[in-house]
Nanobody, 126 residues
Framework: QAQLVESGGGLVQVGGSLRLSCAASGGTFNTKAMAWFRQAPGKDREFVAQISWNGDRTYYSDSVKGRFTISRDNAKITIYLQMNSLKPEDTAVYYC???????????????????WGPGTQVTVSS
């Protein structure tokens, strides 16, 4: 059974850093673009960052560009989100996701997601 499992969330102070991980198993995730989304209370789920299936292309939302870095290790079938200079507005549940189709390199949105992880809470305190 294909699944994604996030880890690494927690409570951090403003300006701090966290590294999220997403371990994939049971599917051909090494052929799929993968992305992080987040959802704050009362808000829609929003795109954060995406990495192509082979790791050579990345996309970021304007709100995290320059502070967050997405990467992947296809040998471990794991993706990461390094989050630096965290702000209170980064507080949300962060979800790992995978594209529904293989080998696509265009940025995908919530409607293109084929797999979701259960999410991990990130709280930035001031």
């Amino acid at each position: 059974q294909a699944q994604l499992v996030e880890s690494g969330g927690g409570l951090v102070q403003v300006g701090g850093s966290l590294r999220l991980s997403c371990a994939a198993s049971g599917g051909t995730f090494n052929t799929k673009a993968m992305a992080w989304f987040r959802q704050a209370p009362g808000k829609d789920r929003e795109f954060v960052a995406q990495i192509s299936w082979n790791g050579d292309r990345t996309y970021y939302s304007d709100s995290v560009k320059g502070r967050f870095t997405i990467s992947r290790d296809n040998a471990k079938i794991t993706i990461y989100l390094q989050m630096n200079s965290l702000k209170p507005e980064d507080t949300a549940v962060y979800y790992c996701s995978a594209d529904s189709l293989p080998y696509r390199n265009t940025r995908f949105d919530v409607g293109s997601v084929g797999y979701w992880g259960p999410g991990t809470q990130v709280t930035v305190s001031s």
